[in-house]
Structure formats: structure tokens, C-alpha cells
């Protein structure tokens, strides 16, 4: 009868710690393991397309990589990571050309031309090799390259052409140098930086523009005028001036937005600080002898419309 009463609660125990395990103590979880729960594989496991079709864009390898070098030391590898993380969107179109970015060390980046199928042949090569000196390649179909594209494409395909020749050069490395291409489609989001459109004051320029400059004195009678190129709605860089002389007033030595202002007539050793914001900067007169520092954002007058800088304030 006892063996009979210990083997039911034995059971009955046991019971309990398997229908409880689920809710045990992280401490009690460490003393009682429990077996992983095996989920049912689907039976066709899900595959990403591989062709450029219907996948999104992607890098995939090309094929043998050849006019390579012997291996580089670490300090070569390095500048050349570092030189690919400062190749842009504007530095892959174009006919054949050398050092299409700043060299870093003996590490440059080279526009080959275009190969017999239209792809634009960028690589990475080492200075002042003779013969094989390449490291990294990367073929990119034309149809990236496109006048058309908007910016978000612009960006999409400049992050893919830096990680295939990433990848391109992380083969070199292994000793199984291949070159890179690019496959898939764009995602197409028709996404612009801000201010592309005009906007009421205050709307803003330095995000969808770069190259910004200030040129004053620019004739006898004095004047200012800033100068940019900026992105339109098709993603297309464009060159653009405005005068913005008679915008802004020195009103005893404050810089401010005010019709036929005329400030460059009281002002000296005006500059430009750009960064998030284009902030114009001067030594102004205060009607009383002496200079004072005076600036003024010019985002706050300011819009880029459609690749045309436009003044909106002062006017």
C-alpha cells in the first residue's frame, strides 16, 4: 500500500512540474531544463529572388577579379575602406577619369569608362604600383545612373555601389578576388529632401543643396549674392544664384530680414557657416564707429524651388 501511495504521488508530481514548466522562476528554470519545443519546418522554406527581376537592389558577384595586386598590408587596406566610404552618387557618372574622390594614402578610386554592356567600371587601386593594381571593382548598369532618378534612388544606389566594393575587397583579402554588380530595382519612393518646394518664410535650403557660397562686391556698387547647386524634383543637381542684398539691412549693427536692406554697404568680412542651417555671418556697423558681430540665418528667408534658390522674406 506505502509503495502504491508513493508511486501516485510520485506521478502526480511530476505531473505538476511538467504543466507548470512553462511559468517556473528564471532560478528554477536554471535546476529543471526543459526540452526546446521542435516547430514543423514549412514544406517549400521561403527563398529571396536571386535574379534582378522582382528582387529589391541589391550586390551580388560578378565574376574573377584580375590585375590584382600582391596582398596589401594592413595601413593600404584601411585607406581603402576609407576611401570608399567617401564616394558619392555624383562621383560614379561621367567618362573615364582618375582619383574621382581625394586620395587617402597611396588609395585611389578610378572611372574606367564604361565596359562593352554600358556598366560603369569603378575601381580601387594602389598608387604608385606598376602593373596590377587593382583591388576592388564594381560594375554598375546604367539603368542606376539614370539622369532621372530622385534622391532617395540616388542615395540607394551610391549605399549599394559602397558595399560592393566592399565586398569586392574583402574578396581581394581572402585571396579570391571577384568583381561586384549591382541587381534588382529601386525602390522608386519618390522621397525628396526637405524644403525642394517652396515653402512660407522660414522654409529652408541647406538640406537639399550643397557647394553653398557667398560672393559680395560684385560690382561697383556692391551687392551680395549666394550661390549653390540644389536638388530639383527629379533628383537632378542644379547650379543657382539669388542676390540677397537688398533683402537683409544692417539696422545699427543687427543683421535682419527688410526690403532694399542694402547691408553690404555698412558690413565687412562677411562669411557663410554651413551646417545644419546656412548662417551668414559679418562684422556690421552700429552707426556709432565701432564693429560689431552680427548674424542671421539665411534657412529662416530663404527656399530651394525646385532647384532655384528663391528669397521669401525681405522682399
Given at each position: 500500500?506505502?509503495?502504491?501511495?508513493?508511486?501516485?504521488?510520485?506521478?502526480?508530481?511530476?505531473?505538476?512540474?511538467?504543466?507548470?514548466?512553462?511559468?517556473?522562476?528564471?532560478?528554477?528554470?536554471?535546476?529543471?531544463?526543459?526540452?526546446?519545443?521542435?516547430?514543423?519546418?514549412?514544406?517549400?522554406?521561403?527563398?529571396?529572388?536571386?535574379?534582378?527581376?522582382?528582387?529589391?537592389?541589391?550586390?551580388?558577384?560578378?565574376?574573377?577579379?584580375?590585375?590584382?595586386?600582391?596582398?596589401?598590408?594592413?595601413?593600404?587596406?584601411?585607406?581603402?575602406?576609407?576611401?570608399?566610404?567617401?564616394?558619392?552618387?555624383?562621383?560614379?557618372?561621367?567618362?573615364?577619369?582618375?582619383?574621382?574622390?581625394?586620395?587617402?594614402?597611396?588609395?585611389?578610386?578610378?572611372?574606367?569608362?564604361?565596359?562593352?554592356?554600358?556598366?560603369?567600371?569603378?575601381?580601387?587601386?594602389?598608387?604608385?604600383?606598376?602593373?596590377?593594381?587593382?583591388?576592388?571593382?564594381?560594375?554598375?548598369?546604367?539603368?542606376?545612373?539614370?539622369?532621372?532618378?530622385?534622391?532617395?534612388?540616388?542615395?540607394?544606389?551610391?549605399?549599394?555601389?559602397?558595399?560592393?566594393?566592399?565586398?569586392?575587397?574583402?574578396?581581394?583579402?581572402?585571396?579570391?578576388?571577384?568583381?561586384?554588380?549591382?541587381?534588382?530595382?529601386?525602390?522608386?519612393?519618390?522621397?525628396?529632401?526637405?524644403?525642394?518646394?517652396?515653402?512660407?518664410?522660414?522654409?529652408?535650403?541647406?538640406?537639399?543643396?550643397?557647394?553653398?557660397?557667398?560672393?559680395?562686391?560684385?560690382?561697383?556698387?556692391?551687392g551680395a549674392n549666394l550661390s549653390a547647386k540644389?536638388?530639383?524634383?527629379?533628383?537632378?543637381?542644379?547650379?543657382?544664384?539669388?542676390?540677397?542684398?537688398?533683402?537683409?539691412?544692417?539696422?545699427?549693427?543687427?543683421?535682419?530680414?527688410?526690403?532694399?536692406?542694402?547691408?553690404?554697404?555698412?558690413?565687412?568680412?562677411?562669411?557663410?557657416?554651413?551646417?545644419?542651417?546656412?548662417?551668414?555671418?559679418?562684422?556690421?556697423?552700429?552707426?556709432?564707429?565701432?564693429?560689431?558681430?552680427?548674424?542671421?540665418?539665411?534657412?529662416?528667408?530663404?527656399v530651394n524651388n525646385n532647384g532655384r534658390l528663391?528669397?521669401?522674406?525681405?522682399?
Amino acid at each position: 500500500m506505502k509503495a502504491q501511495m508513493s508511486a501516485l504521488i510520485a506521478g502526480t508530481v511530476c505531473t505538476m512540474l511538467v504543466s507548470t514548466s512553462f511559468i517556473l522562476p528564471a532560478s528554477a528554470q536554471h535546476r529543471h531544463k526543459l526540452p526546446h519545443l521542435v516547430l514543423p519546418m514549412p514544406s517549400r522554406p521561403l527563398q529571396l529572388p536571386q535574379n534582378g527581376r522582382g528582387s529589391v537592389l541589391h550586390t551580388t558577384a560578378y565574376g574573377p577579379m584580375r590585375n590584382t595586386p600582391r596582398p596589401l598590408n594592413a595601413q593600404l587596406l584601411r585607406s581603402a575602406e576609407v576611401v570608399i566610404a567617401s564616394l558619392r552618387f555624383e562621383h560614379l557618372r561621367g567618362g573615364a577619369s582618375s582619383h574621382i574622390v581625394q586620395d587617402v594614402g597611396h588609395i585611389r578610386i578610378d572611372r574606367q569608362g564604361q565596359t562593352a554592356n554600358g556598366d560603369q567600371n569603378i575601381q580601387v587601386q594602389v598608387n604608385g604600383l606598376r602593373g596590377d593594381s587593382t583591388i576592388a571593382t564594381v560594375l554598375i548598369p546604367a539603368r542606376y545612373l539614370g539622369n532621372n532618378l530622385n534622391i532617395h534612388s540616388q542615395r540607394e544606389v551610391a549605399n549599394q555601389v559602397r558595399l560592393a566594393l566592399r565586398r569586392s575587397l574583402a574578396s581581394f583579402r581572402q585571396n579570391r578576388p571577384q568583381i561586384y554588380t549591382l541587381a534588382g530595382r529601386l525602390s522608386n519612393a519618390r522621397i525628396l529632401p526637405r524644403n525642394v518646394q517652396p515653402r512660407r518664410a522660414g522654409g529652408g535650403f541647406t538640406a537639399s543643396c550643397r557647394d553653398i557660397n557667398l560672393f559680395t562686391n560684385i560690382d561697383r556698387r556692391g551687392g551680395a549674392n549666394l550661390s549653390a547647386k540644389c536638388y530639383n524634383q527629379a533628383g537632378q543637381l542644379l547650379p543657382t544664384a539669388v542676390a540677397i542684398n537688398n533683402n537683409i539691412v544692417n539696422n545699427g549693427g543687427r543683421l535682419a530680414w527688410q526690403k532694399d536692406g542694402g547691408f553690404t554697404g555698412s558690413v565687412r568680412n562677411c562669411s557663410l557657416i554651413v551646417r545644419k542651417f546656412t548662417i551668414l555671418r559679418c562684422e556690421a556697423g552700429n552707426g556709432a564707429g565701432s564693429w560689431v558681430t552680427s548674424a542671421i540665418n539665411l534657412d529662416t528667408g530663404i527656399v530651394n524651388n525646385n532647384g532655384r534658390l528663391t528669397v521669401v522674406r525681405g522682399r
